[in-house]
Nanobody, 118 residues
């Protein structure tokens, strides 16, 4: 399983970005998808998750501003980020939880940088 994240960049406070994450490979089925971020000097923080039934979960720091969605046919997740704040700056990593050969495994992508600054 390989993940390719894209969509990061520089955006002013109050702006929006949409991140995408495409999973590739074969022999697996996707159970859950998610996004996490890591700011310099801080631990990685989960910011959005969506399960196989479409239920979503967000921490209070981004709830109401971030929206995760998925396209199962394209093996892709999206993270729509609105009203971005400087504290949203960090490297954003996408994640998938897959079922493969009777096992459940987690995979992470390399990350895409989001910078919120004027």
């Amino acid at each position: 399983v390989q993940l390719q994240a894209s969509g990061g960049g520089l955006v002013p406070p109050g702006g929006s970005l949409r991140l995408s994450c495409v999973a590739s490979g074969s022999g697996f089925s996707i159970i859950g998808m998610g996004w996490a971020r890591q700011a310099p000097g801080k631990q990685r923080e989960i910011v959005a998750a969506i399960n196989q039934w479409g239920s979503t979960n967000y921490p209070s720091s981004v709830k109401g501003r971030f929206t995760i969605s998925r396209d199962n046919a394209k093996k892709t997740s999206y993270l729509q980020m609105n009203n971005l704040k400087p504290e949203d700056t960090g490297v954003y990593f996408c994640n998938v939880r897959v079922s493969m050969s009777g096992r459940t495994e987690d995979y992470w992508g390399r990350g895409t940088l989001v910078t919120v600054s004027s």
